[in-house]
């Protein structure tokens, strides 16, 4: 899952030469997990409130510092202790001693020639840190009126969708709350969002206009969208954590309009992500037949299309103004037909909704093609015509493989052995 984008093999070729790799080994946080020392990144503010009472302080004032850390860890982006001012000091050596404020390991950060951001980040087992570590990836996306961080919920991916380049990852594990909040907060310190931050030098990334919480204008992530590595519903709680954190009005604050989360269809969660979490639903549909979306989208046997759209019409919330995203990857001669195009229409009769119309993302091996562009424009047309939006997605960040269905981390190297033991 992730952003299309459409060149030519020779245009990918020059445009590759043009992108820039930063091989930083950047352990912005070397201060790593190790026995013995919790870290506070992910824990819900009653968590939070609790594990101060388990060092100590009475009710009242653990639901007091907990707000003040709240405050430090995901409004100021503060990492060391040392720098809560509104904290005793004597107070503050205790927190170190005992907690972590930890962040993803950059291996590297590349930046692609229209500003596309694409991190490959570590993160060492919470619970056991000496297990071997995993790699995911993270992507943000600059646009004219918004900045969009695409983030990972598991290491790799259990789903085996035939068309997408994650799905031939095995799954490592799932990602904590924190290690998904950690993506977002590391993001937010490369691109200098939190306050006091500095922008990056490199002349890429345009700033950015519009906002996704309270930070005026400035901000440059303004929409989180779950739709990197992995399938968001089969890490329902983590993920569920994670977006209401960064929902929190003291907190990151982004507008649940500006969050949405993408799902291949994992249907007994469709209706809780509508009531418990709230934020916008994205399905990856990309066939309007079970025949042909068993082998594309292998979930599909579990949970058909009859019992998919039905979860869709009853999503809490659903109206004009916030409308499902059904994406729909564009397959030459696979499902781009009109009779596709038409079915599509019928099928989605009556649910409030928007069709992103995803371009085939070649990567090594696939025996797939995109289809031809006036093919895509005949399909948009007819969906068109039939009243919905159908937005053909602007090619974003495929010269450092940063697109939809291409991102897919060093973890698979990891041994079984390795892998069950990550898992255990």
Not at 21 to 26: K, Q
Not at 72 to 91: E, L, P, S
Not at 312 to 320: D, E, K
């Given at each position: 899952?992730?952003?299309?984008?459409?060149?030519?093999?020779?245009?990918?070729?020059?445009?590759?030469?043009?992108?820039?790799?930063?091989?930083?080994?950047?352990?912005?946080?070397?201060?790593?997990?190790?026995?013995?020392?919790?870290?506070?990144?992910?824990?819900?503010?009653?968590?939070?409130?609790?594990?101060?009472?388990?060092?100590?302080?009475?009710?009242?004032?653990?639901?007091?510092?907990?707000?003040?850390?709240?405050?430090?860890?995901?409004?100021?982006?503060?990492?060391?202790?040392?720098?809560?001012?509104?904290?005793?000091?004597?107070?503050?050596?205790?927190?170190?001693?005992?907690?972590?404020?930890?962040?993803?390991?950059?291996?590297?950060e590349q930046v692609s020639i229209d500003g596309t951001r694409k991190w490959l980040f570590r993160f060492r087992d919470p619970k056991n840190p000496l297990l071997p570590p995993v790699d995911v990836e993270t992507v943000y996306i600059p646009e004219e009126d918004r900045g969009t961080l695409c983030v990972s919920s598991q290491v790799g991916c259990s789903l085996t969708c035939s068309f997408c380049h994650t799905g031939t990852q095995k799954l490592v594990r799932n990602l904590t709350a924190g290690e998904i909040l950690g993506q977002v907060l590391m993001a937010r310190e490369r691109l200098g969002d939190f306050p006091g931050g500095?922008?990056?030098?490199?002349?890429?990334?345009?700033?950015?206009?519009?906002?996704?919480?309270?930070?005026?204008?400035?901000?440059?992530?303004?929409?989180?969208?779950?739709?990197?590595?992995?399938?968001?519903?089969?890490?329902?709680?983590?993920?569920?954590?994670?977006?209401?954190?960064?929902?929190?009005?003291?907190?990151?604050?982004?507008?649940?309009?500006?969050?949405?989360?993408?799902?291949?269809?994992?249907?007994?969660?469709?209706?809780?992500?509508?009531?418990?979490?709230?934020?916008?639903?994205?399905?990856?549909?990309?066939?309007?037949?079970?025949?042909?979306?068993?082998?594309?989208?292998?979930?599909?046997?579990?949970?058909?299309?009859?019992?998919?759209?039905?979860?869709?019409?009853?999503?809490?919330?659903?109206?004009?103004?916030?409308?499902?995203?059904?994406?729909?990857?564009?397959?030459?001669?696979?499902?781009?037909?009109?009779?596709?195009?038409?079915?599509?229409?019928?099928?989605?009769?009556?649910?409030?909704?928007?069709?992103?119309?995803?371009?085939?993302?070649?990567?090594?091996?696939?025996?797939?093609?995109?289809?031809?562009?006036?093919?895509?424009?005949?399909?948009?047309?007819?969906?068109?015509?039939?009243?919905?939006?159908?937005?053909?997605?602007?090619?974003?960040?495929?010269?450092?493989?940063?697109?939809?269905?291409?991102?897919?981390?060093?973890?698979?190297?990891?041994?079984?052995?390795?892998?069950?033991?990550?898992?255990?």
């Open positions: 899952m992730l952003w299309a984008a459409l060149t030519t093999a020779p245009a990918e070729k020059a445009a590759r030469t043009m992108s820039i790799v930063l091989d930083l080994d950047y352990h912005a946080h070397a201060d790593r997990p190790r026995p013995g020392r919790q870290s506070l990144v992910g824990l819900m503010k009653p968590e939070l409130r609790d594990t101060l009472m388990g060092i100590g302080l009475d009710e009242r004032e653990a639901k007091m510092r907990a707000s003040q850390l709240w405050n430090w860890i995901y409004h100021n982006g503060v990492t060391d202790f040392d720098r809560m001012t509104n904290i005793q000091k004597g107070f503050r050596q205790k927190l170190a001693d005992t907690f972590l404020l930890d962040r993803p390991e950059i291996v590297t500095v922008r990056p030098t490199d002349g890429l990334v345009p700033a950015p206009r519009g906002s996704g919480g309270s930070e005026g204008d400035s901000r440059a992530i303004t929409n989180i969208v779950m739709m990197g590595m992995g399938e968001p519903l089969y890490n329902y709680e983590n993920v569920r954590q994670a977006l209401l954190i960064a929902s929190d009005e003291a907190g990151i604050s982004l507008s649940k309009r500006r969050i949405t989360l993408s799902t291949s269809g994992v249907v007994p969660f469709i209706e809780p992500t509508g009531s418990e979490i709230g934020v916008m639903l994205a399905i990856s549909l990309h066939a309007v037949r079970d025949d042909l979306r068993d082998l594309l989208v292998p979930i599909n046997k579990k949970y058909p299309l009859k019992e998919l759209i039905e979860a869709c019409r009853n999503y809490p919330g659903l109206s004009n103004a916030r409308r499902i995203t059904f994406e729909y990857v564009m397959l030459r001669d696979i499902n781009d037909s009109d009779a596709d195009a038409r079915e599509l229409v019928r099928l989605l009769a009556g649910i409030p909704a928007k069709i992103n119309l995803i371009p085939f993302n070649p990567w090594p091996g696939t025996n797939y093609e995109c289809s031809t562009s006036s093919r895509i424009e005949q399909f948009a047309d007819i969906v068109n015509r039939a009243g919905y939006a159908s937005p053909v997605r602007t090619p974003r960040g495929r010269d450092i493989f940063a697109a939809c269905g291409q991102l897919k981390s060093a973890s698979e190297r990891l041994s079984k052995k390795e892998r069950d033991a990550l898992t255990a």
